[in-house]
């Protein structure tokens, strides 16, 4: 049995979930292989799910195509490269002085990107390359705004309250977002978690040094509670899923939304006359930047053992350059992973993707909160949202989740 799909000779073989991109793939495809002479085959395997499925059983059967996406928890992909089956690209990336890792966002590299002290005892190095990228912020409708009388957009969280009294008073909502899925509501609360206190202070926190009592994190919890109080909400966010948050902002039914750079698909979709803007959610602590969820959108993996190694790479390439990431971006409405394709996108897809020097994710920090205390964090904002809890009770909730469980990993380590 051979060890990948991929040894033809001129033959580049990729599998991929993407339902949206597998048209705009194959013309690519084809212009490469007019320039090259090089055959370049596409595979679609969706629902997202069964694909993940086909890779793992690929994988023990050794024959993974050339090129392939990972999905899931970064400690899958680490899974994968120590068995061999993602190629180290840190030599490609840093030929001719580094050019291609400099053309590509850095915050987009650092998903693919394994650091000198990674837990999963992975080489250091970049393992993959980005084909888009994404990030969340805050949308702003520029003709609400306007007959409210309110010039520009807030830059501050005082003047976005002061935003939201002025909208109350002539029968506007204020924000909307999908709250009812509650890794948005961890986002929101994360961006300012940043914003307050930094990022060493919320890793900390994570490892168990500082409590979720702290002075700080109240003031991150009383954000919702400030909100609460000044009507800033959409009625119903907390259930609300965010295609139906989507529906309510692209039907001019709030004047802000919460949300990611998807959306500019999805709100042309729904009302090619939205009139709007992108923006940073406001900050509170003006001495910080505001940090915002973002890196690599979707990501492709060389097979380490692919008799085609060197060409997979050389598509990769041309792939992520910056006339395929303009016509990519073009197509699908999806943000380049290409810093020099901007100038050829659409504004508002680059009033996004300026802000990607902003952006952090969990995908990239050295530790992350365990899923229990992350639960009772979410759910604890989202009462604190319907009045149910103060925020001083939210806190102390979760800190004691929190306890408890670093107790049972002290249990685990004795009994070991």
């Known amino acids: 049995m051979g060890c990948s799909q991929g040894n033809q000779a001129n033959v580049v073989n990729i599998w991929h979930w993407m339902t949206d991109r597998q048209e705009v793939f194959v013309e690519l495809a084809e212009q490469y292989k007019e320039q090259t002479g090089i055959e370049v085959n596409f595979e679609l395997y969706a629902p997202s799910d069964e694909y993940s499925k086909k890779i793992v059983a690929a994988a023990q059967a050794r024959v993974l195509p050339d090129i392939y ?117 961890d986002c929101f609360a994360s961006n300012y978690a940043f914003n307050i206190m930094g990022e060493e202070k919320i890793m900390a926190t994570y490892r168990g040094e500082v409590p979720y009592t702290d002075e700080d994190w109240i003031k991150v919890f009383n954000i919702f509670k400030v909100l609460r109080k000044n009507n800033a909400l959409a009625k119903g966010i907390v259930a609300k899923g965010n295609k139906y948050a989507e529906q309510d902002f692209a039907l001019g039914r709030a004047a802000f939304a919460f949300n990611g750079s998807w959306c500019v698909n999805v709100y042309n979709d729904m009302n090619q006359d939205l009139n709007y803007g992108v923006m940073l959610p406001p900050v509170i602590n003006e001495e910080r930047p505001m940090s915002i969820w973002g890196g690599a959108g979707s990501s492709f993996v060389v097979n380490g053992i692919s008799e085609n190694k060197q060409q997979a790479i050389d598509f990769l390439k041309w792939l992520t350059a910056k006339d395929q990431q303009a016509f990519l971006s073009k197509k699908t409405k999806n943000l380049p992973a290409n810093r020099y394709a901007l100038s050829a996108i659409p504004e508002i897809l680059s009033q996004f993707a300026s802000a990607m020097d902003e952006t952090t994710h969990p995908s990239i920090w050295k530790y992350n909160e365990n899923p229990l205390v992350s639960e009772t964090f979410d759910k604890g904002i989202q009462s604190i949202i319907i009045g149910e809890k103060t925020p001083e009770e939210v806190a102390q909730a979760v800190q004691e989740v929190k306890v408890r469980e670093i107790e049972k990993v002290k249990k685990r380590s004795m009994r070991q």
């Open 69 to 185: 996406g990972i999905l899931g928890e970064k400690k899958k992909r680490a899974a994968f490269i120590n068995s061999g089956f993602v190629a180290d690209l840190t030599e490609s990336f840093n030929a001719s002085e580094g050019a291609w890792e400099k053309s590509l966002f850095e915050k987009a590299l650092n998903v693919n990107r394994f650091k000198e002290d990674n837990i999963y005892n992975v080489k250091p190095g970049i393992y993959g390359v980005p084909i888009d990228v994404t990030n969340i912020q805050m949308l702003y409708n520029k003709d609400l705004l306007t007959k409210a009388g309110i010039k520009g957009y807030p830059k501050t969280f005082a003047q976005f309250i002061k935003n939201i009294s002025t909208l109350n008073r002539i029968g506007i909502e204020g924000l909307v977002s999908g709250w009812g899925e509650t890794w948005m509501v």
